[in-house]
């Protein structure tokens, strides 16, 4: 239940990409500092797509998506230019809160509500979570939370133990659809990107 997905990486660089061999070959001196660019408004063009697309199927706001974005910009001193971007990776990996999925009841639930508290993960589909309820703890704050197992007894100043909900990372909202889907489209991105930065951008200031 705890154990944490791997960070999707979304890779960008020119390698393999037939479209654009005659511009190459023609353009050499072109081809670092062309590149460099494109991968770089790829790269933002995913992220956007990410930040649109994420809450359009979860409830989550866009900040929170941002939160688990990091991105590696191509720069001209890489001996080959590739960029990269990571939903998930070490430190930005965190499931998030149920509480923050518009819980109801909203705020400290006393005496516990019989049914438990309701959340909307998914748009458009809300749920019961039975036993749980909302708190406000010293440490974790107000959260919903659950009893632990009765059989695990008290915490040793004799209160029960309970324990934070917690639903889905970022990176766990990014179904395989979406992510193929954002991954075909960063290539045909980069193709475009590419070819009018070996061609057009020279005419408005680019530098060989």
Request: no cysteine.
């Given at each position: 239940?705890?154990?944490?997905?791997?960070?999707?990486?979304?890779?960008?660089?020119?390698?393999?990409?037939?479209?654009?061999?005659?511009?190459?070959?023609?353009?050499?001196?072109?081809?670092?500092?062309?590149?460099?660019?494109?991968?770089?408004?790829?790269?933002?063009?995913?992220?956007?797509?990410?930040?649109?697309?994420?809450?359009?199927?979860?409830?989550?706001?866009?900040?929170?998506?941002?939160?688990?974005?990091?991105?590696?910009?191509?720069?001209?001193?890489?001996?080959?230019?590739?960029?990269?971007?990571?939903?998930?990776?070490?430190?930005?990996?965190?499931?998030?809160?149920?509480?923050?999925?518009?819980?109801?009841?909203?705020?400290?639930?006393n005496p516990?509500?019989?049914?438990?508290?309701?959340?909307?993960?998914?748009?458009?589909?809300?749920?019961?979570?039975?036993g749980s309820?909302?708190?406000?703890?010293?440490?974790?704050?107000?959260?919903?939370?659950?009893?632990?197992?009765?059989?695990?007894?008290?915490?040793?100043?004799?209160?029960?133990?309970?324990?934070?909900?917690?639903?889905?990372?970022?990176?766990?909202?990014?179904?395989?659809?979406?992510?193929?889907?954002?991954?075909?489209?960063?290539?045909?991105?980069?193709?475009?990107?590419?070819?009018?930065?070996?061609?057009?951008?020279?005419?408005?200031?680019?530098?060989?």
């Open positions: 239940m705890n154990r944490r997905e791997r960070p999707l990486h979304i890779t960008i660089n020119s390698d393999g990409v037939h479209e654009i061999a005659g511009l190459i070959s023609s353009f050499p001196e072109r081809v670092k500092s062309s590149a460099v660019r494109a991968i770089n408004r790829t790269l933002d063009g995913v992220q956007s797509d990410i930040v649109k697309e994420v809450p359009e199927n979860w409830n989550v706001s866009k900040d929170r998506v941002m939160q688990a974005l990091s991105v590696r910009r191509a720069a001209l001193g890489d001996t080959t230019p590739s960029g990269e971007l990571s939903v998930g990776k070490k430190g930005r990996a965190r499931r998030i809160p149920l509480y923050e999925f518009s819980p109801d009841p909203l705020t400290v639930t516990r509500p019989s049914v438990g508290v309701s959340v909307e993960v998914r748009r458009g589909k809300r749920y019961k979570i039975a309820f909302i708190a406000d703890t010293p440490v974790r704050g107000l959260n919903i939370y659950k009893r632990q197992n009765s059989r695990q007894g008290l915490s040793p100043d004799g209160r029960e133990r309970i324990y934070k909900l917690v639903g889905l990372s970022v990176r766990q909202m990014i179904t395989p659809d979406m992510q193929a889907r954002i991954e075909a489209n960063s290539r045909e991105r980069f193709v475009k990107r590419f070819t009018h930065e070996m061609t057009e951008g020279f005419k408005h200031g680019g530098k060989k």
